[in-house]
């Protein structure tokens, strides 16, 4: 098997077991169901996964690394990391969860299955440690309250982002509107007064950037 070939095979594999997750949910679908749907041999899925969590990992890996590029991508490159970086990074999280089927599942699996490869539990804390890191350097060029360790502010930023997620998917209201929502009032508890207009400005233009997704 070609090293192409092998790539496409995985990721038809990756492709179904998604679709599969999503439709009948993780507990329900089988090793048979997955071969099935992405019309491979058991020779050829075994060449790539061992077992279904194997299969539910690799998920969570590409979500993973979906998430980090649209996080990424969604920072200014010439300006320093700080609060306005994390809001704009929050939307296209957000408005990834919602397009991307991949994404939303993985996201759903690392959530479930923490213990999978440590997959679910390695996003998780990569996050928050991320969140935490940037909100120093917030809290270093004066952009949060002085009273407020930053560390709390990245993990509490963080727990509203997957609160907002998880509200939104349980109900099935749009995740973006709801984010933005939750910003309005987050800020009014770790930044400056006078900052406030401001970080507010960067709420609504990141939230007409990254749009709910249309269903």
């Not at 759903?108 to 890191?133: K, Y």
């Not at 350097?137 to 990245?154: N, S, V």
């Not at 930023?157 to 509200?167: A, D, E, K, R, T």
């Not at 749009?174 to 508890?189: F, K, N, Q, T, Y």
Request: with cysteine; net charge negative.
């Amino acid at each position: 098997m070609t090293q192409a070939r092998a790539q496409a095979t995985r990721m038809r594999i990756l492709s179904a077991a998604v679709n599969l997750f999503s439709q009948d949910g993780y507990g329900d679908t089988g090793l048979a169901d997955i071969q099935q749907r992405a019309e491979v041999t058991k020779g050829a899925f075994y060449y790539h996964f061992d077992s279904k969590e194997a299969v539910a990992a690799a998920v969570i890996e590409e979500c993973r690394a979906r998430l980090r590029t649209a996080f990424r991508n969604a920072v200014d490159p010439p300006a320093p990391p700080g609060l306005a970086q994390i809001i704009r990074g929050t939307f296209a999280v957000a408005r990834l969860l919602q397009s991307d089927d991949t994404v939303r599942v993985g996201n759903e699996l690392s959530q479930a299955l923490g213990q999978v490869s440590g997959a679910g539990s390695r996003i998780l804390r990569e996050t928050t440690t991320a969140f935490i890191d940037v909100m120093k350097m917030a809290a270093a060029a004066g952009e949060l309250r002085a009273d407020l360790d930053p560390e709390d502010i990245g993990e509490a930023i963080w727990v509203v982002v997957l609160g907002c997620q998880f509200l939104s998917a349980a109900i099935g209201d749009d995740l973006v509107s709801r984010l933005a929502r939750a910003w309005r009032v987050l800020l009014h508890g770790i930044v400056p007064d006078q900052s406030l207009a401001h970080f507010a400005e960067v709420v609504e233009r990141s939230s007409r950037e990254y749009p709910p997704a249309l269903t």
